[in-house]
């Protein structure tokens, strides 16, 4: 697996890169899995291993459509304003979130769906390499340019690679470069910085709701005035 350049995230690296960076990370650590591990749960409500890994599959399908979908309209979203913010977390009962869970069932073997993720996953890191970054696209009643899609991306890849960890301490997490780059957008959706005491991980893990934060924590974000947790969406 291929890392971001150094400091890549708080840098002018094309926006291609840190989302190749990533998704190549998430994808090899699934690979990477004892079928055991599928079985697990992960870091998303209602869902096992299984069930996220059957979500980046329609992730990565999403990828292709999008990008196979260019328009003349102005772009009405970007990067940031790309994301909803709900006030409530998910519960894995909304409807499309239980359809990822019969459908990640009916593949039985979790080869045949580390398969999958690997054909879909690997097209659509090749569709984003030849994507021109200024063509707009359209997506989710959005028009965006290629760029600011595949940027928001990168906030969605590294988030779902902490959902695959959250209880797999053994397999490992995203790269450094994407979590600081995740984080950064973040603090963009969140108009407000997350304080210097929260890493990266942390920051993003607090902040998504992912965990609930320490009362050191909770005194610190307070004093930044940061809103959370932010449920994106």
């Given at each position: 697996?291929?890392?971001?350049?150094?400091?890549?995230?708080?840098?002018?690296?094309?926006?291609?890169?840190?989302?190749?960076?990533?998704?190549?990370?998430?994808?090899?650590?699934?690979?990477?899995?004892?079928?055991?591990?599928?079985?697990?749960?992960?870091?998303?409500?209602?869902?096992?291993?299984?069930?996220?890994?059957?979500?980046?599959?329609?992730?990565?399908?999403?990828?292709l459509i999008t990008l196979a979908t260019p328009t003349g309209s102005?772009?009405?979203?970007?990067?940031?304003?790309?994301?909803?913010?709900?006030?409530?977390?998910?519960?894995?009962?909304?409807?499309?979130?239980?359809?990822?869970?019969?459908?990640?069932?009916?593949?039985?073997?979790?080869?045949?769906?580390?398969?999958?993720?690997?054909?879909?996953?690997?097209?659509?890191?090749?569709?984003?390499?030849?994507?021109?970054?200024?063509?707009?696209?359209?997506?989710?009643?959005?028009?965006?340019?290629?760029?600011?899609?595949?940027?928001?991306?990168?906030?969605?890849?590294?988030?779902?690679?902490?959902?695959?960890?959250?209880?797999?301490?053994?397999?490992?997490?995203?790269?450094?470069?994407?979590?600081?780059?995740?984080?950064?957008?973040?603090?963009?959706?969140?108009?407000?910085?997350?304080?210097?005491?929260?890493?990266?991980?942390?920051?993003?893990?607090?902040?998504?709701?992912?965990?609930?934060?320490?009362?050191?924590?909770?005194?610190?974000?307070?004093?930044?005035?940061?809103?959370?947790?932010?449920?994106?969406?």
């Amino acid at each position: 697996m291929s890392g971001c350049p150094p400091g890549a995230c708080r840098t002018s690296v094309p926006t291609v890169d840190l989302f190749a960076c990533s998704w190549t990370a998430l994808r090899t650590a699934v690979a990477a899995l004892p079928e055991a591990d599928f079985e697990k749960p992960s870091g998303c409500a209602g869902w096992l291993v299984r069930d996220l890994v059957c979500h980046l599959v329609i992730d990565a399908q999403d990828v292709l459509i999008t990008l196979a979908t260019p328009t003349g309209s102005e772009p009405t979203a970007d990067a940031v304003t790309y994301w909803e913010v709900a006030d409530r977390p998910p519960t894995g009962d909304d409807p499309l979130d239980a359809l990822i869970v019969r459908l990640a069932a009916a593949y039985r073997e979790p080869h045949l769906l580390t398969f999958h993720l690997d054909d879909v996953g690997s097209a659509a890191g090749r569709a984003a390499a030849l994507a021109d970054p200024e063509q707009r696209v359209r997506t989710r009643g959005q028009v965006l340019t290629a760029g600011d899609y595949l940027a928001a991306y990168v906030l969605e890849w590294t988030l779902h690679h902490l959902d695959l960890v959250a209880h797999l301490p053994h397999v490992p997490g995203p790269p450094a470069e994407s979590l600081a780059r995740s984080r950064a957008a973040l603090e963009e959706i969140a108009g407000a910085a997350f304080p210097a005491s929260l890493g990266d991980r942390d920051a993003l893990l607090v902040g998504t709701g992912r965990r609930a934060p320490t009362a050191a924590e909770r005194a610190a974000l307070g004093a930044a005035a940061v809103r959370v947790p932010l449920h994106l969406g």
